[in-house]
């Protein structure tokens, strides 16, 4: 039965309606997770429109399209940790209201500045959100209402990921790009009101004792991923072996250290160093971002490659993901049942080697194919990424419900900088064999064709990792640590 009693912190109050909970949760799980996964994608296809507008440099539309991320992979345990301390209904609330506002100074910037610094603070405020929503999957929500939530929140990211293309592609060819930041605005009044029904938990702890944050800990968790996010952004530009990039990588590494340091000697830990130890929230965190890093630059070499090696228009290129968005959006319900009749190891190990099945099938396709060509391997793309959403809900059982935010943070962090890492990955690949291909005499169509076809293999590799990773981490079901969700009223 789902854990919809309501921890009030004066105490006192009924429960809130238990099917009301579970609709808000899955609606402020799935419209939330959308914009956030949505916006970190959806204006790189539109960054022409946005230079002819405002008259950006190349330069500048690089911090347009990274500024969200670099925002939003910092603070993610600092809104993780909020989320636990001041309550998961505030700070989603205040989240999104923040999103709402930068949201609206984006779509009337007049500047490439303005536009950058809003891009900047709609970050910050995805990672207040992103985390909020994930802590109340895993603390207010269970069983089957859980994998439900946890399906709907992977499913949200993924799908966002292959509607990014195509929202960006046709709002920038056949309308404006100020929409893209506009359109936000009506969408997030819909989840505050949804969330408004939310229970709300703080921690007993928190009223005796105050806020009792590990600052230590924020500081240096959160310079390493700031760090990280920075160097993997400029070395696009740079390279990986740029000094600067390496200073930063080095200093990420650095600072990461010292967190494991701080946290072992802290009070009260963002994060139990047992939770670290535990193989299904290790191995399952480590599945999903191995599909992130494969899937992220999936994404972006094969909406280059369709644009500038096969002719197709910004639009015509986000078009053609809409069968993977549908394949998973279909058989994402189906996931969890499938899960709990097989099994939740063979369920996901065979999602991602479906993922990988399709993306070598995907690197036969030329740039003189049709595109029913890319067909079957974008569907199998989708239906594989959709067999690996009950993961989530598994690795979410684990966590103690007073620690779901900062672990929540810990798992969108990990994510969204492999997301980045899988991008820079691909996009080298893809230049070094291309640039190797020329210098052998290939024509320019053939050389990009080779790039593409090599960086879908070793995002294929990536997700076979994936697929071992999860077969050594899920084979049983999940214990759960003293103090888990489970246990508590």
């Known amino acids: 039965m789902l854990r919809g009693m309501v921890e009030v912190a004066r105490g006192g109050e009924p429960a809130a309606d238990e099917r009301r909970v579970v609709v808000a949760v899955l609606v402020a799980v799935g419209i939330s997770t959308f914009l956030t996964s949505l916006d970190n994608t959806v204006v790189n296809v539109a960054l022409p429109s946005v230079a002819a507008s405002l008259g950006a440099s190349l330069s500048g539309l690089e911090w347009v399209s990274a500024s969200y991320l670099l925002g939003f992979g910092a ?12 309550g998961r209904k505030r700070t989603l609330q205040g989240g999104l209201a923040l999103f709402a506002l930068t949201s609206a100074v984006g779509a009337v910037a007049q500047d ?18 992103v985390p909020a929503t994930l ?57 505050m009101a949804a ?17 009792d944050v590990d600052v230590a800990g924020l500081l240096t968790s959160t310079g390493s991923v ?63 971002v191995l599909w992130g890093c494969g899937i992220g630059g999936v994404f972006f070499v094969t909406a280059l490659y369709l644009q500038q090696t096969v002719g197709y228009s910004p639009g015509t290129a ?12 279909v058989v994402v319900p189906f996931a969890g049942p499938v899960a709990r009749a097989r099994g939740m190891m063979p369920t996901v190990v065979s999602g991602l080697l479906v993922v990988a099945v399709g993306l070598l099938l995907a690197t ?24 690996t959403t009950p993961v989530m809900a598994h690795v979410l059982a684990v966590v103690p419900a007073a620690q779901a935010g900062a672990a929540s943070g810990l798992m969108t962090a990990a994510r969204e900088i492999t997301g980045a890492l899988g991008i820079a990955l691909s996009a080298a690949v893809l230049a070094v064999r291309s640039d190797a291909l020329l210098g052998q005499g290939a024509d320019v169509a053939t050389a990009a064709q080779g790039g593409f076809a090599l ?35």
Request: cysteine-free; overall charge positive; hydrophobic content about 60%.
């Open 75 to 86: 603070l993610l345990m600092v809104g993780g940790t909020l989320a636990d301390r001041l």
């Open 112 to 129: 490439v500045l303005t536009l950058v610094l809003a891009r900047l603070a709609q970050g910050v405020s995805a990672a207040f959100v």
């Open 226 to 288: 700031a760090s990280l996010t920075t160097a993997l952004i400029i070395s696009a530009d740079r390279g990986l072996a740029d000094p600067l990039v390496l200073a930063l990588v080095g200093a990420a590494v650095g600072l990461g250290a010292l967190f494991a340091v701080v946290e072992r000697r802290a009070v009260r830990p963002l994060v139990e160093l047992a939770l670290y130890r535990n193989r299904v929230f290790v191995g399952g965190t480590l599945a999903q």
């Open 455 to 489: 960086a879908l293999v070793v995002a294929a590799l990536v997700l076979v990792v994936a697929a071992v990773v999860a077969a050594l981490s899920l084979r049983t079901p999940p214990v759960l640590p003293a103090g888990s969700q489970e246990s508590l009223a």
């Open 318 to 329: 986000g078009l053609a993901f809409l069968p993977l968005a549908g394949a998973l959006l």
């Open 364 to 387: 036969r396709f030329g740039p003189h194919d049709p595109y029913v060509a890319l067909l079957p391997a974008l569907l199998l793309i989708g239906v594989g990424s959709a067999l």
């Open 135 to 191: 802590a109340v999957v895993a603390a207010d929500l269970h069983g089957r209402r859980r994998q439900a939530a946890g399906a709907v929140w992977a499913a949200a990211v993924a799908v966002a990921f292959a509607l990014g293309p195509v929202v960006g592609g046709l709002v920038s060819e056949h309308a404006s790009w100020r929409w893209l930041f506009l359109g936000n605005v009506p969408l997030v009044l819909v989840v």
């Open 195 to 211: 969330a408004r029904a939310l229970p709300e938990r703080t921690l007993r702890e928190t009223h005796a004792r105050g806020l």
